[in-house]
């Protein structure tokens, strides 16, 4: 099994970014996927969530109304979009799949999740 982060890169203020979390071994379409950041020093941080069936979102109050989550069938992704990112946003951004398919407030702790992807740089700059 392995998740994969992607789409991470150098963007500014005002711009917009777009990450997509990809998965072999397993049907991303039946789990709970989240996205966590990290920056050196500290834990990881929840950042967004979303039910296997999509039907279902939860948002770190640091990121409402400027990142949404959602999935992909065709590509059968689960993707972030970033948009009006802010430099306190920069961080390594990480995707997660949950077996229990549906968000529940343990859904903001690292250990709700079953498995991670390795990570993508996200920096932005004024």
């Known amino acids: 099994v392995q998740l994969q982060a992607s789409g991470g890169g150098s963007v500014q203020t005002g711009g917009s970014l777009r990450l997509s979390c990809s998965a072999s071994g397993l049907t991303l379409s039946t789990y709970a996927v989240g996205w966590f950041r990290q920056t050196p020093g500290n834990e990881r941080e929840f950042v967004a969530a979303?039910?296997?069936?999509?039907?279902?979102?939860l948002y770190a109050d640091s990121v409402k109304g400027r990142f949404a989550i959602s999935r992909d069938s065709v590509k059968n992704t689960v993707d972030l979009q970033i948009d009006s990112p802010k430099p306190e946003d920069t961080a390594v951004y990480f995707c997660?799949?949950?077996?229990?398919?549906?968000?529940?407030?343990?859904?903001?702790?690292?250990?709700?999740?079953?498995?991670w992807g390795q990570g993508t740089l996200v920096t932005v700059s004024s």
């Open positions: 997660a799949a949950s077996r229990s398919g549906i968000i529940s407030s343990s859904m903001l702790n690292s250990y709700a999740y079953d498995y």
């Open positions: 979303i039910t296997s069936r999509g039907d279902s979102r």
